[in-house]
């Protein structure tokens, strides 16, 4: 069946997809709904004058609003509806994922299988509305203290930006969705590809224009290049890296017929939880500072403090960053694999690791192996994410040339191109049954 596999795969071409109907439709419906979404994203926020806004941006750009920015695929420097973008969305998803943890109510809905994952998605899009509008009202508050943005401040203006922002949220969170069971690929993660690959084109030219300029050296440009290309490469690598657990099945006997025992392998990925820890990172480290960067010298001098330690290169900024990648790696590997779980599968179907006690015993053992490898998956992402970070803060290089952003386009795209491959691989199958079937009626 493997060899067969492959043998598919490996003739995987234009033809095969042109048969394919069904993913065709999928694919259209994603590229309709991410065209739908960067047009919300040059829609403007009313009560905003553009020219004065892009003033304010500009003195910040090199910020934290520079970063977040770059997830909201330029709707923040346009003051778009969808200002806010997903983030939200994966804020609730991180609260939700670590009471999971602590509150024994919802562990038990976890456990339920699809109406407890229901449910907890429920309580994911209640906290996203909360957020949403706690996140926006700040945002229209700032607004009104950044000098002459709004042309009519006041509860009016406020309340239409708090309804306006949230509404955005509460529409991309729907169309990610929508994007993840009808189209193909995660919804959430494509729309942050979808507003990082947008901006590309521009950051690259604005990078050419500061070497024409002379405010970046021809030097520093072909290195940032290098580095993009190096990083891309070593994010694929990285991303494909495997430790294979072999598997043994004993003989076993069906009727009259004595089968042979089997090997197989366990495959654990040495980087288990995805592009998500950078992400859950960013978006926490942005929360604090998403109102805080507007009302600049205002506020408790405590808070205006932190909220400068946690801009770009600072030293507080890069050991948060560090420690919540390292943290949401462990967390959400420990969320997406269950040791124990597999262990009990593999005992089911008489499956065992050489050498190692099915059940507990091979439970400690795949958690044992787990950990060890997951180490190395958060020193890869802490090296991807950290080092351009450092290049932003000291050589004015564009965030959409950072290690978080390359890592989300590159790690999205190979998820979405394996589900294609997917889906034509079952399409095939599909076509070599039915010529099976086709010939055995002939016979």
């Not at 003195?59 to 977040?68: K, R, T, Y």
């Not at 965030?399 to 191109?417: A, Q």
Request: proline share 4%; aromatic share 10%; charged share 15%.
């Amino acid at each position: 069946m493997a060899s067969a596999a492959e043998q598919l795969a490996a003739n995987l071409n234009f033809g095969a997809f042109a048969k394919a109907d069904e993913l065709k439709k999928r694919i259209w419906f994603t590229l309709g709904a991410l065209l739908v979404y960067r047009l919300g994203t040059y829609i403007p926020l009313p009560g905003i004058d553009p020219n004065i806004w892009e003033q304010v941006f500009k003195s910040q750009a090199g910020g934290i609003l520079g970063m977040f920015n770059m997830f909201a695929g330029g709707g923040i420097h346009r003051m778009a509806i969808f200002a806010l973008n997903i983030m939200p969305y994966i804020s609730a998803s991180i609260i939700i994922q670590l009471l999971t943890t602590v509150s024994p109510q919802l562990e038990a809905l976890k456990k339920e299988g699809e109406a407890g994952r229901k449910t907890l998605n429920q309580y994911t899009r209640y906290l996203t509305v909360i957020l949403a509008a706690f996140q926006s009202y700040g945002i229209a508050v700032g607004l009104e203290g950044a000098g002459n943005v709004v042309s009519d401040p006041g509860m009016f203006f406020r309340l239409s930006t708090a309804i306006t922002l949230t509404g955005g949220t509460m529409f991309l969170m729907w169309l990610g969705e929508q994007i993840t069971s009808r189209g193909i690929g995660n919804g959430i993660s494509l729309i942050i590809l979808s507003g990082i690959v947008a901006e590309l084109p521009a950051a690259l030219a604005n990078m050419l224009e500061l070497g024409r300029q002379g405010a970046m050296s021809t030097g520093l440009i072909l290195v940032v290049i290098v580095m993009a290309v190096a990083v891309i490469a070593f994010i694929v690598f990285m991303e494909r890296a495997q430790r294979r657990l072999l598997i043994q099945y004993p003989k076993r006997q069906v009727g009259n017929k004595m089968f042979e025992g089997q090997s197989s392998h366990l495959p654990l990925k040495l980087n288990t939880s995805g592009v998500i820890p950078p992400i859950f990172a960013s978006s926490l480290l942005l929360l604090p500072t998403t109102v805080a960067n507007f009302n600049a010298g205002k506020g408790p001098e405590w808070f205006q403090w932190i909220t400068t330690q946690l801009g770009h290169g600072r030293p507080l900024f890069l050991v948060l960053y560090l420690a919540l990648i390292v943290f949401f790696a462990f967390f959400y590997t420990a969320i997406v694999f269950n040791p124990t779980e597999t262990a009990d599968n593999l005992k089911k179907h008489g499956g065992f690791i050489p050498g190692i006690r099915p059940g507990e015993r091979t439970a400690e053992y795949i958690d044992y192996v787990l950990s060890r490898i997951t180490v190395l998956g958060a020193i890869y992402l802490a090296i991807v994410c950290l080092i351009p970070e450092i290049l932003i803060s000291y050589a004015s290089v564009p965030f959409y040339f950072g290690g978080t952003s390359l890592l989300i386009v590159v790690s999205v795209t190979m998820d979405t191109v394996a589900q294609v491959q997917g889906y034509l691989l079952a399409h095939q199958y599909e076509g070599l049954i039915r010529k099976s079937k086709l010939r055995g009626r002939r016979r």
